[in-house]
């Protein structure tokens, strides 16, 4: 089945700490997102990358950067200069650039004490 | 700048109750216009799209109608289940002719048996 892997579900850490989440797609597509969600304000476009080796800023990118060498993955770091990393993080796709639709991943809970 | 305005959760209804999630948006000229759904732990599903003025997305017995004239997108269902207990989240594209969604902060929604 195609679709989007987040890992791990549940990730904590310490405070100071950078800490890496993976997203895989293999539904072949060109670009890929990362959101940020927090109760009661949606989402929030951190990063994004509509083809590999190239990538945007999105509404909120301190603290926070990305990589894009291979299609399928767009892994995101949440450095210590974020100041509040604790969040539910989803990681998103679309066909390409021109594509409304998104196909989410299940989302990755960061805790950071 | 473009935003998406969504009436406050939680919306708590009985089954088989009719449900309304109001939508509205202020994006200038016409953009596309969504309603995606999360179900608990889950990422964010699409559940039905409007891309102009007076189209009607339908999906799993929910409905919208693009409105223009009151820059509307409200989701509606004849009668909900309790599987339908879950965040939905308006959405248009989003500013400066970019195909990135904007989101609303989602609306609870909880029905009892």
């Known amino acids: 089945d195609g679709g989007i892997t987040q890992s791990p579900k549940y990730l904590f850490r310490k405070e100071g700490q950078n800490v890496t989440l993976s997203c895989e797609q293999n539904?072949?597509?060109?670009?890929m997102y990362w959101y940020r969600q927090d109760p009661g304000q949606g989402l929030r476009l951190i990063y994004y990358s509509q083809i590999v080796n190239d990538f945007q800023k999105g509404d909120i990118a301190e603290g926070y950067s990305v990589s894009r060498e291979k299609k399928e993955s767009f892994p995101l770091t949440v450095t210590s200069a974020q100041k509040n990393p604790t969040a539910f993080y989803l990681c998103?796709?679309?066909?390409?650039?021109?594509?409304?639709?998104?196909?989410f991943g299940p989302g990755t809970r960061l805790t950071v004490t | 700048g473009d935003s998406v305005t969504q009436m406050e959760g939680p919306v708590t209804l009985s089954e088989e109750a009719f449900l309304t999630i109001n939508c509205t948006y202020t994006?200038?000229?016409?953009?596309?216009l969504f309603w995606y759904v999360q179900y608990p732990g889950e990422g964010l599903q699409l559940l039905l799209k409007?891309?102009?003025?007076?189209d009607k997305g339908s999906n799993k017995g929910f409905e919208a109608t693009y409105r223009k004239e009151t820059t509307s997108f409200h989701l509606e269902k004849g009668s909900v289940q309790v599987s339908d207990s879950a965040v939905y989240f308006c959405?248009?594209?989003?500013?400066?002719?970019?195909?990135?969604?904007?989101f609303g902060r989602g609306t609870s929604l909880i029905v009892h048996p």
């Open positions: 409007a891309t102009k003025a007076d």
């Open positions: 959405a248009q594209t989003k500013r400066g002719g970019s195909y990135i969604p904007t």
């Open positions: 539904l072949n597509h060109d670009a």
């Open positions: 998103a796709s679309s066909l390409d650039r021109r594509s409304y639709e998104q196909y």
């Open positions: 994006a200038t000229g016409y953009p596309s």
